[in-house]
């Protein structure tokens, strides 16, 4: 398998960029040796996953309180508000 190539996106550099751990995301972290800065090539989404939202409207129809679906779900009250916007 060809590894892939990453292209810091502050100078362009795609020769000496090397790996720089993960983000708390789970994304990988990329270190430009050229221009000394760190970077993400795909940093993950912060929106909630398909499975996720479809469990927290799940809850929600269940009459599930609020907090109790921010807790079990480790959401924010907006993200559930957001959520409710747009179905
Ligand atoms: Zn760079």
Sequence with gaps: M????FQCPHCGESERVRRHGRTR???ERLYCNVCRRAFTPSPKSRSL???KKTH?????AEKMPL???CRT???SPNTVYA???KT
């Design 2 to 5: 060809v590894s892939q190539v």
């Design 73 to 75: 779900f480790k959401v």
């Design 83 to 85: 959520l409710l916007k």
């Design 49 to 51: 996953s398909e499975e």
């Design 56 to 60: 927290i409207l799940n809850a929600l």
């Design 25 to 27: 995301r789970g994304s």
């Design 67 to 69: 907090i109790a679906i």
